[in-house]
């Protein structure tokens, strides 16, 4: 499905390892042994639950772009 494709970004540093987007979109982020979210598979989760993950992310570090066209889905500016 490449035109479901997303660029994800995330500030791992920012993070404050409440695992918010883990548990929406597991297949894609994952929490490594500082507890700082990292991104593990771009193409993991279905497009809506990586918007989720972005959305509920406390501090807003995860940015999403879709790949193809290149526009920004969140955060909206
Ligand atoms: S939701 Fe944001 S702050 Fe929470 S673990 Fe994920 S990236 Fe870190």
Redesign the pocket.
């Known amino acids: 499905m490449p035109e479901n494709k997303l660029k994800i970004a995330?500030d791992?540093e920012?993070?404050?390892?409440?695992?918010?987007?883990?548990e929406a979109a597991p297949g894609t982020?994952a929490?490594d042994d500082d507890d700082?979210?990292f991104i593990k598979d771009a193409q993991g989760d279905a497009r809506e639950d990586v918007l989720a993950?972005a959305a509920?992310?406390?501090?807003d570090?995860?940015v999403v772009h879709d790949e193809a066209s290149g526009d920004k889905l969140y955060p909206e500016d």
């Open positions: 995330l791992c920012e993070c404050i390892g409440d695992g918010a987007c883990v982020f929490m700082k979210a993950a509920d992310c406390p501090i570090i995860i």
